[in-house]
T-cell receptor, first 109, second 118 residues
Framework: DAKTTQPTSMDCAEGRAANLPCNHS???????VYWYRQIHSQGPQYIIHGLKNNETNEMASLIITEDRKSSTLILPHATLRDTAVYYCIGALYGYKLVFGAGTILRVKS | EAGVAQSPRYKIIEKRQSVAFWCNPI?????LYWYQQILGQGPKLLIQFQNNGVVDDSQLPKDRFSAERLKGVDSTLKIQPAKLEDSAVYLCASSLAVLFRGGGNEQYFGPGTRLTVT
Protein backbone atom coordinates (compact mmCIF):
# COMPACT_ATOMS: atom_id res chain seq x y z
CA ASP A 1 0.00 0.00 0.00
CA ALA A 2 1.09 3.55 -0.71
CA LYS A 3 2.67 5.55 2.09
CA THR A 4 0.85 8.82 2.72
CA THR A 5 2.04 11.99 4.43
CA GLN A 6 -0.35 14.43 6.08
CA PRO A 7 0.16 17.50 8.26
CA THR A 8 -0.22 16.77 11.94
CA SER A 9 -2.87 19.41 12.50
CA MET A 10 -4.77 22.24 10.84
CA ASP A 11 -7.16 24.96 11.91
CA CYS A 12 -10.10 26.27 9.94
CA ALA A 13 -12.64 29.00 10.60
CA GLU A 14 -16.25 27.93 10.79
CA GLY A 15 -18.07 28.51 7.51
CA ARG A 16 -14.88 28.57 5.48
CA ALA A 17 -13.60 25.80 3.24
CA ALA A 18 -11.24 23.31 4.86
CA ASN A 19 -8.55 22.04 2.51
CA LEU A 20 -6.70 18.99 3.81
CA PRO A 21 -3.61 17.99 1.82
CA CYS A 22 -2.15 14.53 1.43
CA ASN A 23 1.06 13.43 -0.27
CA HIS A 24 1.19 9.93 -1.75
CA SER A 25 4.13 10.05 -4.14
CA UNK A 26 4.61 6.26 -4.12
CA UNK A 27 1.03 5.42 -5.02
CA UNK A 28 0.73 2.84 -7.79
CA UNK A 29 -1.47 3.23 -10.81
CA UNK A 30 -4.30 1.07 -9.55
CA UNK A 31 -4.35 2.22 -5.94
CA UNK A 32 -7.20 4.39 -4.79
CA VAL A 33 -7.07 7.34 -2.42
CA TYR A 34 -9.50 6.93 0.48
CA TRP A 35 -10.45 9.50 3.08
CA TYR A 36 -11.96 8.66 6.44
CA ARG A 37 -12.48 10.82 9.49
CA GLN A 38 -12.81 10.07 13.18
CA ILE A 39 -14.72 12.35 15.47
CA HIS A 40 -13.73 12.16 19.12
CA SER A 41 -14.89 8.95 20.85
CA GLN A 42 -16.46 7.57 17.66
CA GLY A 43 -15.36 5.04 15.08
CA PRO A 44 -13.93 6.22 11.76
CA GLN A 45 -16.39 7.36 9.10
CA TYR A 46 -15.92 6.95 5.36
CA ILE A 47 -15.87 10.24 3.46
CA ILE A 48 -14.87 9.69 -0.15
CA HIS A 49 -12.47 7.87 -2.43
CA GLY A 50 -11.04 8.34 -5.92
CA LEU A 51 -8.60 6.94 -8.44
CA LYS A 52 -7.75 9.58 -11.04
CA ASN A 53 -10.66 11.92 -11.48
CA ASN A 54 -11.90 14.47 -9.01
CA GLU A 55 -14.82 13.24 -6.96
CA THR A 56 -17.60 14.98 -5.09
CA ASN A 57 -20.32 13.72 -2.78
CA GLU A 58 -22.59 15.22 -0.17
CA MET A 59 -19.80 15.40 2.37
CA ALA A 60 -16.73 16.58 0.48
CA SER A 61 -14.75 16.95 -2.71
CA LEU A 62 -11.55 15.11 -3.54
CA ILE A 63 -9.05 16.72 -5.88
CA ILE A 64 -6.29 14.41 -7.15
CA THR A 65 -3.36 15.89 -9.03
CA GLU A 66 -2.75 14.71 -12.56
CA ASP A 67 0.43 12.87 -11.56
CA ARG A 68 -1.50 11.33 -8.63
CA LYS A 69 1.28 12.16 -6.20
CA SER A 70 -0.95 14.25 -4.00
CA SER A 71 -4.57 15.04 -3.27
CA THR A 72 -6.70 17.50 -1.34
CA LEU A 73 -9.88 16.83 0.57
CA ILE A 74 -12.17 19.84 0.57
CA LEU A 75 -14.95 20.41 3.08
CA PRO A 76 -16.72 23.35 1.41
CA HIS A 77 -18.30 24.95 4.48
CA ALA A 78 -16.70 23.61 7.63
CA THR A 79 -18.77 23.46 10.80
CA LEU A 80 -17.77 22.76 14.38
CA ARG A 81 -19.02 19.19 13.87
CA ASP A 82 -16.28 18.66 11.29
CA THR A 83 -13.62 18.83 14.00
CA ALA A 84 -12.01 15.39 13.75
CA VAL A 85 -8.94 13.41 12.73
CA TYR A 86 -8.85 12.98 8.95
CA TYR A 87 -7.09 9.97 7.47
CA CYS A 88 -5.78 9.80 3.90
CA ILE A 89 -5.11 6.21 2.81
CA GLY A 90 -3.74 4.80 -0.41
CA ALA A 91 -5.04 1.30 -1.02
CA LEU A 92 -5.73 -1.12 -3.82
CA TYR A 93 -8.83 -2.40 -2.12
CA GLY A 94 -11.22 -0.69 0.26
CA TYR A 95 -11.04 -3.67 2.55
CA LYS A 96 -7.28 -3.35 2.98
CA LEU A 97 -6.79 -0.03 4.72
CA VAL A 98 -3.71 0.96 6.68
CA PHE A 99 -4.44 3.99 8.85
CA GLY A 100 -1.69 6.46 9.70
CA ALA A 101 -1.84 9.17 12.34
CA GLY A 102 -3.96 11.47 10.16
CA THR A 103 -4.53 15.22 10.38
CA ILE A 104 -6.30 16.77 13.35
CA LEU A 105 -8.65 19.39 11.94
CA ARG A 106 -9.91 21.97 14.40
CA VAL A 107 -12.81 24.09 13.22
CA LYS A 108 -13.06 27.26 15.25
CA SER A 109 -15.91 29.73 15.62
CA GLU B 1 -30.47 1.35 8.63
CA ALA B 2 -28.93 0.18 11.91
CA GLY B 3 -25.21 0.68 12.23
CA VAL B 4 -22.52 -1.60 13.60
CA ALA B 5 -23.24 -2.46 17.21
CA GLN B 6 -20.56 -3.21 19.79
CA SER B 7 -20.62 -4.11 23.44
CA PRO B 8 -19.55 -3.38 26.03
CA ARG B 9 -18.58 0.25 25.45
CA TYR B 10 -16.11 0.28 28.31
CA LYS B 11 -14.25 -2.42 30.18
CA ILE B 12 -11.68 -2.29 32.95
CA ILE B 13 -9.78 -5.45 33.87
CA GLU B 14 -6.60 -6.40 35.64
CA LYS B 15 -3.65 -7.82 33.76
CA ARG B 16 -3.74 -11.57 33.22
CA GLN B 17 -7.55 -11.55 33.23
CA SER B 18 -9.59 -12.40 30.16
CA VAL B 19 -12.07 -10.23 28.28
CA ALA B 20 -14.43 -10.60 25.34
CA PHE B 21 -15.94 -8.07 22.98
CA TRP B 22 -19.00 -8.55 20.83
CA CYS B 23 -19.86 -7.07 17.45
CA ASN B 24 -23.02 -7.15 15.34
CA PRO B 25 -22.36 -5.88 11.80
CA ILE B 26 -24.73 -4.15 9.42
CA UNK B 27 -27.22 -6.61 8.02
CA UNK B 28 -26.04 -8.15 4.78
CA UNK B 29 -22.40 -7.17 5.16
CA UNK B 30 -20.25 -10.17 4.39
CA UNK B 31 -16.99 -8.72 5.63
CA LEU B 32 -16.23 -7.97 9.25
CA TYR B 33 -13.09 -6.39 10.70
CA TRP B 34 -11.60 -5.98 14.14
CA TYR B 35 -9.20 -3.09 14.69
CA GLN B 36 -7.11 -2.05 17.66
CA GLN B 37 -6.59 1.67 18.20
CA ILE B 38 -4.02 2.76 20.74
CA LEU B 39 -4.33 6.32 22.01
CA GLY B 40 -2.87 8.82 19.54
CA GLN B 41 -2.57 6.29 16.71
CA GLY B 42 -4.71 5.25 13.78
CA PRO B 43 -6.63 1.98 13.90
CA LYS B 44 -4.64 -1.18 13.19
CA LEU B 45 -6.33 -4.17 11.57
CA LEU B 46 -6.27 -7.28 13.75
CA ILE B 47 -8.43 -9.66 11.76
CA GLN B 48 -10.76 -9.68 8.76
CA PHE B 49 -13.55 -12.18 8.12
CA GLN B 50 -15.35 -12.86 4.87
CA ASN B 51 -18.60 -14.52 5.94
CA ASN B 52 -17.35 -16.94 8.61
CA GLY B 53 -13.89 -17.48 7.13
CA VAL B 54 -10.71 -15.62 8.04
CA VAL B 55 -9.24 -13.55 5.20
CA ASP B 56 -6.40 -11.87 7.08
CA ASP B 57 -5.20 -12.39 10.65
CA SER B 58 -1.55 -11.56 10.06
CA GLN B 59 -1.47 -8.86 12.77
CA LEU B 60 -3.46 -10.75 15.38
CA PRO B 61 -1.31 -11.75 18.39
CA LYS B 62 -2.49 -15.31 18.30
CA ASP B 63 -0.87 -16.31 21.57
CA ARG B 64 -3.42 -14.22 23.45
CA PHE B 65 -6.03 -12.95 20.99
CA SER B 66 -8.72 -15.02 19.32
CA ALA B 67 -11.75 -14.16 17.25
CA GLU B 68 -14.62 -16.01 15.75
CA ARG B 69 -17.57 -15.26 13.55
CA LEU B 70 -20.03 -18.07 13.88
CA LYS B 71 -22.74 -18.28 11.23
CA GLY B 72 -21.16 -15.40 9.35
CA VAL B 73 -22.94 -12.67 11.31
CA ASP B 74 -21.97 -11.69 14.87
CA SER B 75 -18.38 -11.86 16.01
CA THR B 76 -16.48 -12.00 19.27
CA LEU B 77 -12.91 -10.97 19.98
CA LYS B 78 -11.23 -12.41 23.06
CA ILE B 79 -8.05 -11.55 24.89
CA GLN B 80 -6.62 -14.08 27.33
CA PRO B 81 -4.55 -13.23 29.29
CA ALA B 82 -4.59 -9.45 28.95
CA LYS B 83 -1.44 -7.33 29.21
CA LEU B 84 -1.07 -3.67 30.06
CA GLU B 85 -0.21 -2.87 26.43
CA ASP B 86 -3.62 -4.19 25.33
CA SER B 87 -5.21 -1.02 26.69
CA ALA B 88 -6.84 0.46 23.61
CA VAL B 89 -10.10 0.99 21.79
CA TYR B 90 -11.26 -2.08 19.90
CA LEU B 91 -13.23 -1.19 16.82
CA CYS B 92 -15.44 -3.43 14.76
CA ALA B 93 -16.30 -2.56 11.17
CA SER B 94 -18.23 -4.19 8.37
CA SER B 95 -18.54 -3.78 4.64
CA LEU B 96 -20.13 -5.39 1.62
CA ALA B 97 -16.54 -5.99 0.39
CA VAL B 98 -16.42 -7.75 -2.89
CA LEU B 99 -12.99 -9.35 -2.72
CA PHE B 100 -10.43 -8.32 -5.32
CA ARG B 101 -12.56 -5.51 -6.60
CA GLY B 102 -10.68 -2.23 -6.49
CA GLY B 103 -12.38 0.86 -5.15
CA GLY B 104 -15.57 1.07 -3.13
CA ASN B 105 -15.89 -1.40 -0.29
CA GLU B 106 -16.19 1.42 2.20
CA GLN B 107 -16.10 0.26 5.79
CA TYR B 108 -18.67 1.16 8.43
CA PHE B 109 -17.35 1.34 11.97
CA GLY B 110 -19.00 0.78 15.30
CA PRO B 111 -18.43 3.06 18.31
CA GLY B 112 -15.72 0.83 19.75
CA THR B 113 -14.98 -0.73 23.14
CA ARG B 114 -12.50 1.10 25.32
CA LEU B 115 -10.41 -1.42 27.25
CA THR B 116 -8.28 -0.42 30.20
CA VAL B 117 -5.91 -3.02 31.63
CA THR B 118 -4.58 -2.19 35.10
Amino acid sequence: DAKTTQPTSMDCAEGRAANLPCNHSTISGNEYVYWYRQIHSQGPQYIIHGLKNNETNEMASLIITEDRKSSTLILPHATLRDTAVYYCIGALYGYKLVFGAGTILRVKS
Amino acid sequence: EAGVAQSPRYKIIEKRQSVAFWCNPISGHATLYWYQQILGQGPKLLIQFQNNGVVDDSQLPKDRFSAERLKGVDSTLKIQPAKLEDSAVYLCASSLAVLFRGGGNEQYFGPGTRLTVT
